[in-house]
Nanobody, 119 residues
Framework: QVQLVESGGGLVQPGGSLRLSCAAS????????MGWYRQAPGKQRELVAT???????DYVDFVKGRFTIFRDNAKNTVYLQMNSLKPEDTAVYYC?????????????WGQGTQVTVSS
């Protein structure tokens, strides 16, 4: 099992910045990818960014150039640096880890952290 604990959410004004953290514990040795998703009220959960074990990153178009995902392997922690925040970025942000077990991908989720962008 993998446990994920997010932190760093909060209230920020438009144009501001926040950094989210996700600390993984438990059976982390065969995590192949981690990522951030978000869910706004009344909407489905959507992908924001991912980072593989080797460090390759991918972003959805609406955050490219504003958000950066990076990881500290020694701390088993992944971060999401969010700059130039917009009101439409308001959502609960969830950390995700994918673990490959005998060829099957297992998904693990954190409890979520609220990000509110408002003046």
């Amino acid at each position: 099992q993998v446990q994920l604990v997010e932190s760093g959410g909060g209230l920020v004004q438009p144009g501001g910045s926040l950094r989210l953290s996700c600390a993984a514990s438990g059976s982390t040795s065969n995590i192949r990818q981690m990522g951030w998703y978000r869910q706004a009220p009344g909407k489905q959960r959507e992908l924001v960014a991912t980072i593989t074990k080797s460090g390759s990153t991918d972003y959805v178009d609406f955050v490219k150039g504003r958000f950066t995902i990076f990881r500290d392997n020694a701390k088993n922690t992944v971060y999401l640096q969010m700059n130039s925040l917009k009101p439409e970025d308001t959502a609960v942000y969830y950390c995700n880890a994918q673990r490959l077990i005998i060829g099957i991908v297992n998904d693990y989720w954190g409890q979520g952290t609220q990000v509110t962008v408002s003046s």
